[in-house]
């Protein structure tokens, strides 16, 4: 355990000694206040046309916070790359990788420590987004369970994205076409259940199944279920299972 | 303490190390030698645990490096070609770090630490970035990292590679040092290097042992005949008759010539120290011997010797030297 939080508090720091950690947060602040300005600016006008009695009760979590969530979702798609794109392919490009591996660790707790410490930042980059949850709450009445479950959503949608980005850095010494490739995959993650409605019953239900993003739906409406959490936890599983063998072939291969 | 059977290594269809096997003694350093590509890096990679080999094994203070790896690292330093420095941690940072992966206990960790870097010299950067300093001080902090866990084994991937001539000496006395507590492999191309500090040599080419030896008997071993240089106050050609009809000497060449000064090479048969008469004979002359002194094969001409593919045949004829 000690080993693991050494690596994951390794990658922390190392995010916040580059400039990649002010970036990915600045960012990630900017393009969230971006969004939380302009949905509170239509949930204004709606609120305001139901006061002149056009008709439905507004509803703070389902018409700003749950948009706000699933806007959140691109987001992560863009900025995800960015985090995990250096995590293998830096240490293999500058040879740190021969410090790790002849080091006594296992290549679970090398592996573990480099999710723990992405998810680390990913997390500080989520906690931004709490001063405007305080603003909701202080101003307004909404419920709090689908905010809860809302970010509970999100951190493990953003775990399958970063185990999903770890294996494919461990994959190359190139930071770059690591990116590029981590980027291209998420994106066909996100659109892969976009032909859902086009086809028959059986692929429709895959495709969905396949989708992270629309697994994080139900988070967003305050649902805590048990399919998605296992669904979560299986690819973050699968993602870092996968890296493990990307190591294990590579050691091999020499 | 390392002991190294038939290790052999593939990448695919090249074969970097080739049925190699050797040990060390504990407290003994090995000098491992060859030319560029001859699988020396590789060996080590194996031996640390890096990579797996494809046949053989190795076995590091009485762990299988393959079975036990955990075992066997933890009792391993290895300081590969290029350090493995974190460019954005300060030295200090990053010997903290290692200190952790390496498990040494905590409270003896902020010492040690001290400890290490003063050995190494490099106290004067600790609170410097590792992608800012010098080679000369990477490879050093490299050295601190790999001997902070005190380990019974230090394996050193060409540890004075890129020092000035004052770190080189500097840091083989610091390996010499380390000598008796630790088992230490380190290689090189740099031969006087491996006379210097190493007891044992194994030269290796083209993924081959082709000789295992003190620097010693490896250059005395390979030598034919004694060669004598003798300085002369005299002219070349009739100086070099008369040394010629001294009894014994086989070969008599001159090596240099400027005014009335000849330098002479004299080859006698292995065992026959010819010495006296030589001076005899130039005395007898009336000529002037400014200078006589034995001249050795140096070890690079044993390297040379050996890594060209006839002598290494002659050299270990039990091996199999494979053409490519």
Redesign the interface.
Known sequence: M??IL??A??EL??YF??PIAYIVIGFFALLWGYFFWVMLLYFNQQSQLGGLGGGGSVDMNQQLIRPLFLNATVILLFLLPLITMRTYSEEKR?????????????DFQIITGKFLGAMGLYAAMLGVTVIHMVLLFSYGNPEWRPVVTGYIGLLLMGGCFISVGLFISSLTKNQIVSGIVTFGVFLLLWVINWPASFVGPTTQSVLNYLSITDHFDDFTKGILDTKHLVYYFSVISFGLFLTARAVDTE???? | MIEVQHLT?R??PVT?VDDVSFTVERGEILGFLGPNGAGKT?TM?VL?????PSEGKAIVAGYDVFDQP??A??R?G?L???P??????TVR?YLT??A????VPRNDCTKRIGDMMERTRITDVADRHCGKLSKGYRQRVGLA?AMLHNPDVLILDEPTAGLDPKQIIETRELIKGLAGDHTIILSTHILPEVSQTCQRIVIINKGKIVAVDTPDNLTSRLRGSETMYLQVDAQGADAAEALQRVPGVTRVGIADARDSVTGFEVDSATGRDVRRELAAVIVGRGWGLLEMRPMRMSLEDVFLQLTTQDAAAQAAPAEEVTHE
């Open positions: 000690n080993n050494a690596i508090h390794k720091k190392s000694s580059t500058s040879g740190t990788i021969e410090l790790l591996l002849t080091s006594p660790l296992t050691r091999w291969r020499g | 290594k990448y695919g970097a590789t990679r640390t645990g890096y990579m797996p955990l075992e690292k933890r391993t290895y590969p070609e290029t493995p420095l974190y460019p954005d941690m940072e770090f290692v952790r992966i390496k498990s990292q």
